[in-house]
């Protein structure tokens, strides 16, 4: 089996609500980086959320790249 990229964002800004991912202004969200696969992606978007833990309106997260890219292809662990 061939092992593909499982691309991964990790981006973060202020929400209008702390519930959801309603970004306040996109042109002030943070695009931190993209990462090969989700251990990495995780470890930065852990680091940025620690940082802004107290701030509710501020939230990061994981955005799953490869299954915006490819929607056909299974989920694999």
């Known amino acids: ?29 943070d695009l931190v980086g993209v990462y090969q696969d989700y251990e990495e992606a995780e470890e930065v978007w852990r680091g940025y959320a620690q940082r802004t833990v107290d701030d509710a309106e501020m939230k990061y997260v994981v955005v799953h790249l490869h299954k915006l890219l490819e929607p056909e292809l299974p989920e694999e662990d």
């Open 1 to 29: 089996m061939s092992e593909r990229s499982k691309i991964h964002l990790v981006m973060g800004g202020r929400v209008k609500d702390p519930r959801g991912l309603d970004f306040e202004n996109l042109e002030n969200v």
